[in-house]
C-alpha cells in the first residue's frame, strides 16, 4: 500500500495518542491555568432547600453539596470492597458532573489523559504508533504509522481490538481502551484482534516506542502541483507547512492541493496561522460566538507564501474542528473549492484548564465559531463544492477519486490561467 494512500482510509479519530484531544470529532482551543476555589467543596451540614441559581453563596453552596458528602460517607461505611479509592472516587465525581452538561466535548481529563493529550500537540507520544477509531463497539485500527511497531507486527486497517491483555474490552468506553493500548516506550502490549476474513481472534505482541506524528507532508505533482497533506494543528504544524510551502514553490508549484482528510484539528491558534497561509491578511478566518452573545473576531495575518495561487481543499467525514475552521473561511471567501464529502461538523471552542497539584485538567466548551459568512457548522458540517466519495471498492484497489478529481480541477485551473 504506497504512502500516501495509508492516510487515506476514512477514520473519525486521529491516533492511539490523541485521546481526548480528538475523540469524537475533537478540540480546536487553547491550553489556559486557572485555580479553583479551594472552597467550592465545603463539608456540608444544614439540610436546608438547595438554591436553583449558579450565582450561589457560600451557605447554598455548603447546602448544595450536602447529598454528595452523604453519598460520600455511606460509600465509605457501607460499601463491600474496603478501603476504597479516594481519588477515584473524586476523579469520578468531577467526569460525573461535567458529563451532566450534555455536552461531549467537555469532560474531565485524568493526570495520564491530560500528559498525553498535550503532549501529542507537541508533536510526539508513546504507544504503538496507529490512527485509531474509538467511536464503535471496539476501537478500530483506522492505519498504521509507517514505520511504526503497529506496522512492523502486522496490524491492518479495520481490525478490531477485542482484547488487551487478555482483558476482553467488550462494552469498555473507547477512551479507557486508548489508554490501556499506550504505554511507556519498551514495554509490550498483547492485542487480540478480529480481522475481517479470519475465523478466529488473531493476537499480537506490540512493544510500545516514542512515536514521532506527522505534521506536514508535501509532494511536486503533475503540471507543477503542489500537494500538502496536514495531518494536525499542532505547535510543529505552522513552521512544518511554510518549510514545506517553501520548498514546494521553489519546485515550481503554481497551485496547491490541500489533504484535510481525517485531520480532527488541534490548536485554534495554529488553525488562524495555516489559514493564513492561503488567505489575504486582514481577512476574517472565524468568529468566536459566546454564550453571552458577545464574539472575537479572526482576521488572517499578512505574509502567507500561497495567498494568490489557486487552490483546491480535500476533506471528508474525518475533517473536524480546526480543519473545518480553515476549509469554511477558503470557501466562504472564495479562495478555493472544497472536493470530498460532508466533513464532521464539530464548531465549537474548548479551553483546557489545568486543576491545581497535577490533578488532570477540565476541558469547557467556551464557544461556538462561525464562518466568515456567519454560518455555523456544528452537528452539520460542511457541505463540498464537488462531492466525491469514496467506496469499498476503491480502497481495496487503492485508488484515490477525490484526489485524482483535485488534480483534474487544478490542472483546469492552470491551465485557463
Not at 463497539?137 to 511504526?148: R, T
Not at 505533482?221 to 512544518?240: A, H, K, M, S
Not at 475552521?325 to 479562495?335: S, Y
Request: hydrophobic share 40%; net charge negative; no cysteine.
Amino acid at each position: 500500500m504506497n504512502k500516501i494512500f495509508r492516510y487515506i482510509i476514512i477514520g473519525m479519530v486521529i491516533g492511539v495518542l490523541l485521546v481526548s484531544v480528538f475523540s469524537g470529532g475533537l478540540a480546536a482551543g487553547y491550553l489556559i491555568k486557572e485555580n479553583v476555589p479551594a472552597d467550592l467543596l465545603s463539608l456540608a451540614t444544614a439540610p436546608t432547600p438547595m438554591p436553583e441559581t449558579t450565582e450561589a453563596t457560600p451557605d447554598e453552596l455548603t447546602t448544595l453539596f450536602t447529598p454528595f458528602w452523604e453519598a460520600w460517607q455511606i460509600v465509605h461505611d457501607d460499601y463491600v470492597d474496603q478501603p476504597v479509592d479516594d481519588l477515584k472516587l473524586m476523579q469520578g465525581a468531577i467526569s460525573g458532573m461535567l458529563d451532566s452538561l450534555g455536552d461531549e466535548h467537555t469532560s474531565y481529563m485524568d493526570p495520564h489523559v491530560y500528559t498525553q493529550a498535550t503532549s501529542s500537540m507537541e508533536g510526539s507520544y508513546d504507544g504503538i504508533g496507529a490512527w485509531v477509531d474509538s467511536t464503535g463497539d471496539y476501537l478500530a485500527i483506522v492505519s498504521p504509522m509507517p514505520g511504526s511497531p503497529a506496522e512492523e507486527v502486522g496490524l491492518k486497517p479495520g481490525d478490531l481490538v477485542i482484547a488487551i491483555d487478555g482483558e476482553d474490552m467488550t462494552g469498555i468506553d473507547g477512551d479507557l481502551v486508548i489508554r490501556k493500548v499506550l504505554g511507556e516506550a519498551g514495554t509490550t502490549v498483547e492485542l487480540t484482534i478480529r480481522r475481517k476474513g479470519e475465523s478466529e481472534p488473531l493476537k499480537f505482541n506490540v512493544t510500545r516506542a516514542h512515536i514521532t506524528i506527522p505534521s506536514v507532508e508535501g509532494e511536486l505533482l503533475e503540471g507543477n502541483i503542489g500537494y500538502v497533506r496536514i495531518f494536525t494543528f499542532g505547535t510543529n504544524t505552522t513552521p512544518e507547512l511554510r518549510a514545506t510551502l517553501e520548498d514546494l514553490l521553489d519546485e515550481g508549484a503554481e497551485g496547491f492541493i490541500v489533504d484535510f482528510r481525517n485531520n480532527g484539528g488541534g490548536l485554534l491558534v495554529t488553525a488562524i496561522q495555516v489559514a493564513s497561509e492561503f488567505i489575504p491578511g486582514g481577512e476574517v478566518v472565524l468568529y468566536e460566538q459566546y454564550g453571552d452573545g458577545t464574539r472575537d473576531t479572526h482576521k488572517a495575518s499578512r505574509g502567507g507564501l500561497a495567498t494568490d495561487l489557486p487552490l483546491i481543499l480535500l476533506m471528508n467525514e474525518g475533517s473536524a474542528s480546526a480543519s473545518e475552521v480553515v476549509a469554511g473561511a477558503i470557501q466562504d471567501l472564495g479562495r478555493g473549492q472544497l472536493v470530498g464529502v460532508t466533513s464532521f461538523g464539530k464548531g465549537s471552542v474548548q479551553n483546557w484548564i489545568p486543576l491545581n497539584n497535577d490533578q488532570g485538567a477540565v476541558r469547557v466548551t467556551i464557544a461556538k465559531w462561525l464562518t466568515p459568512d456567519e454560518r455555523t457548522i456544528h452537528g452539520v458540517g460542511l457541505k463540498p463544492n464537488v462531492v466525491i466519495e469514496i467506496t469499498d471498492e476503491d480502497i481495496e484497489a487503492e485508488r484515490d477519486p477525490q484526489r485524482d478529481k483535485a488534480v483534474e480541477l487544478m490542472l483546469e485551473l492552470l491551465g485557463a490561467e
